[in-house]
């Protein structure tokens, strides 16, 4: 029989496709959760079973009975765009969405809601969430005493700063169970191997807030109550087991164990990837029994590779230790661990110290670890912290700094012996302090995300971050012999301090490795760093190694036989993808000391581990040369113990094979024996070979070039050498050439030591930047820190300094100055801390809700005295209701008057303390007793919300009309028309107060809304003078003067005119003689009064005015007064009023008086033509006079023509034309031809005087014609070129358009018949014409030329003609 639950999901399936399944899963076997999944794609209109279960109806506990009474609407089509988890209203066409969903298509969270039924689903948003949300949904079990359980689906938001709260309990005061955030499950990537969360108080409040930049896909979860475990939200126990519902535990198929059988008894078969054996299954334990040398839940580690394991508990009914991260631990000489501190999530009274006793570690597989919280015998001991660091040495645990449980970071020093097991707080004395002129800092430092490292008696604090001083860059020393406290300067590279890095001391080098942490930046930010320095406590210099591929930060580090091994950490870069690089890491790198080289060992880790690594904030220590790593954070705290077990070096036979082993430990080449060796090799000093070749990486040069200071440039291990002016690789430098530094040393004696341009950079404030040497706080324009400038003696400066540094944002303690500041305000915490510091102030999302913005500031309340009671801002239940940690207590008058309180769902809440050291609880305040008639709502508003103004009496959530007090509104929250006030929970109205000028006000602030136009002031009380109103609106009112002879149009079409209903006018008439003509037009409906008055000035106020029109439209209004009537312009001036009343704006007046003699129609004609024909007469003489000239100028342009080509020498022939013989035609014509030429030429190839021109075809040689046939044109050219006397030009000027030319040529003049000239007579002469160039064809005479197309013989001979260059 199906439940029903899943008969309602069935149903929801049919709603939604009335036509048939509209994906594959719904009605499979999936049942209703792939109709759910579906919905959470965007589909979502079936959220209702669960929703409407959430929806308030407390009373009606059951998904099923709740659906039916509000059966869903079909979709309908008035809405823009479909309306996710709600309904379309019809009427509105909006979307009405279900409780706790928001937005215009109801596609995203909000609100607080109840969610109380036995199963269901919350999510984020259909599709990406959006910025600035907060939504808090309350899980409330129907059954007494059930677990819920949570089943993370999916879960994908903004790394550190986009949080799921989850609770376990009724409100944000009870115990946190989880904050999620980043990228726990998001397609096939997950952290969390059975992602499930318990809840057993019978509630759970789940919060999320996003911030205000960056978004991603959010979350799913569903949820049940008293289910069993599984690793798949469809299916019971993994798949791999049936639920016994009476205890909410699986019983599972004899291949699986586990809670949630999810894992495999024996993965693999016992066998390695390849099915090569490596151990027996053993059914009835469920386990695999290894072979010898191999370990793991499949046998598949192989022991001399190493190998990781999970310590169980010796006896498995102990109490397990409370799972912690971003604490301190360590193990003591006898081997013991201790773990101090540590962020818990919850606010218990507990032990700081634990202790535990590892057995049997290295004997496979019964290593087991015994925990046992430790009770400090001494009365005082140090609050519970985290964040802070702590060294063991001779038998003293010594803890500094942290954050503690309050949110404050502290500097102190404590120590616990562990043979008396007593507290002691040290008083450190002040040794070394930083000082830059006039500022001194002296140690110890508040600070959190520090490391310690016990060196020689000494403890060496490097960085951390302080809530003063920002990220720190500090080397901070502590004698443990004399209790001398250092702030020690450093040389070296110029390191950028920051937080949640690592530290390692190496014991054959001899120095600290510093590795990751999120550091300060030259922007006022910091970021996650992959850079590795070393530090030499002795000499005290930085040295930069070389950099890891990954950045990271609360990872941990261990350093062994010359390695250091890297675990976890936070890779996530801020920004909104990670692009692969994730919150929770499970890396584990390598860094080979000896050989300056990262390398990763992810291989090492087996895929089949039965933990979940990826985690942050978690410790690593070595305890035989075995990794131990403990606790940590991955959305939940872990309290687990996990052994990473090096390999050996001896398995190692060949001596590459050696060098490249990545087996936990450095291994080294012995060249003598042939041998690989565990480094350091004691016994052999030389004949060792420890790395596999030497060459510097392939970016040494690129390393080195970006290195702008001879220090930093000298203090690393690339092979940097600083040549003459810039950092360069060092075989790239002519060290004969140039000068080369090599040493800070010589850099320094070069004038060229650390310039603190990048120290100063880093600092970020006031208060860190002024006591660092070489910085100085410039606050001019932009503050920054900077290079103490040479002239340190400046008068200026000595005002700077001193106690010159603002407050910083630490000292700040309201919102309100806090903001101001350019800092970030908490505002569940009540902490002000710097904008670039919320990663470090708050790793595991500690804050719940912050802001930078004034406005969004919490309202300030009147009762100052409660600073931590964050609900008295809220005054409405609605408001009240959307914070997670308040709720409203209705004081039970059934008229919505009530308190905004801290509480959770049951009750209000307050907070107590609990025996000291900062421990808090809270617990159930009696406010809001119901023997008072008082009534408690959390995720619910009451029914009747009327402010105190009215009751619902008629129906059960409206307000009776009318509200009480002149209030109005829906809920009577605002005050009527012409009261003003905060009508809201009980506030009062007051009248407007307007001098009758005005029937309302704005309901809030008062201010009148003058119905005159002109009238201005919050009562009433002026005329607009600027715009040229006149009078006295306390006695009369205001008029606009308007100038006679002038038309003048008043718009009153703004929104600030709405108010207005009348505006009156006034008027002087000026001249006496003339009468006086007043026109009036209104655009809309409206009324008029005229009125006069005539009187002298000085007693004019004693004579009233004179009625002229009353009350006519004055739509369009045009009158005439005559001077006769009244007295214009003299002593006693009338003056005219116009009242225009009862109209609605938007509308236009057009107004106007006028005084003009009249006009004579007849005179005016006649002056009009006369003028129009004299005008008309001088422009015909103008257009003749025009005309001639023109002509006049046409003329002179010829003969200046004319002139200009008689100047070309030319004189003229007399030819004597004589009969010539047929037989001798064509010698003669050619004679002919030549002496006419440029009358031939000037008609271009055309000649009709030639004879051969005349007639085309005979012309032709018929001779030539047989020869050629009709092929090559320009070989019958030639050849009769060669036979006759054609005249070829001795000169071709072109004119400037290259279409004419002036083309020259000798002619011989007719001899008249004699064979030569007769004496004295000149027988040749000089012949010029104007000939055409270019293409004949578009000639002025393309007759001819179209017979020349026509016979082929012709047209190379024409070419020719015309186009003498074609030759
Ligand atoms: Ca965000």
New binding site residues.
Partial sequence: MPSPWAWTLWWGCLMLNPGGPPWGGCGEGGGGWAMVQASQRGLGTDATPTLSGAAGAGTTPGPSSVWLSTPPTPPASPCPGPCGNGVCDEHTGRCQCFPGWRGRECNLCGGKIKLNSTKGWLADAIGNYT?DSKCTWLIESPIENAKIRLHIKEFA??CG??HLYIFDGDSVFSDLKAVYSGMVRHDRYQIQRVPELIGTSGSMLLHFY??????MTGFNITFSVNACPSERYDQTCSGNGSCDESTGECRCDEDFKGPACSIPACPNNCASLDNVPHGVCDKRKKRCDCFSGWTGESCSQAVSNGYWSVLTRDDPSAEVPVARTSHASMIDEFGQMWVIGGETFDHQPRQMVLKVDIDNLDELPTATANWQEVKAKSNKGPSFRYGHSAVIHERKIYMYGGTMRSGHTSKELWALDLDLLSWDRVETESGQCMINEDHKLCGPIHSMGHTATVVAHRMIVIFGHSPKYGYLDTVQEYHLGSNEWSIVPTSGFPVRGGFGHSSVWDEITNKIYVYGGFVSNLAPSAVITNELFSFDPILKTWTRHSFSDSYRYLHSAVASHGLMIVFGGNTHNDTSFSHGAKCFSADLLVYDIVCDKWHSAQDVIPKNLDVDLARYGHTAVLKNDTMLVHGGFHGVLKNDLIAYHPGDCNMFKNRAACLKSKVGVKCVWDTKRDQCLRHPADRLKSGVETCLNHEAPDNSTSVCQSLDTCTACVSTTSDCVWCHDHCTWSPACDEKEKRTYKRTVDCREAGLGTTPKEWCGALHSCHSCSPKPGCSWESAKVSKCRETRKKTTNVNHTEESGNACPASCSERTNCMNCTHGLCMWCKNLHMCIDRNAYLASFPYGQCMDWTTEKDDCPVPSKNETLPDDICVGYRTCKSCRSNPSCGWCDDGSLTGLGTCMVGGAASPLKRVNQGGHGHFAWVPDDQCPQSDGKSWHFTTCPDCECNGHSSCTVEKSTCDKPCDEFTGGEHCEKCTKGYFGDAVNGGSCQACQCNNQASACNHETGKCHCTTKGIIGDHCETCDKVNHYFGDPVKDSCFYHLTIDYQFTFNLSKSDDRHFTAINFKNDPTKSDVDVDFSITCSVPARMNLTFRHAPLENRKQISEEQLYTDVNCSTFKERFAKEDFSFGDASNTTFYVYVYDFEPPLWIVISFSQHPKLDLLQFFITFSTCFLALLLVAAVLWKIKQRYDRYRRRQRLFVEMEQMASRPFGSVLVELEHIPPDAKSSSSLTGNSASAPSLTTSTNLNPVSPSGEHPSGGSNPGTGDQSGGGGGGGQVRKRKRKSYRPSPIALEPCEDNRAAVLSLVVRLPTGGQPYAPPGYTGIAVASALVTLGNPRKTSTDVSSQKSMEDPKRKGRKSHHAHPSDI
């Fill in positions: 910025v938001t903004e700063w986009d996003s911030d205000v930049a960056y978004n």
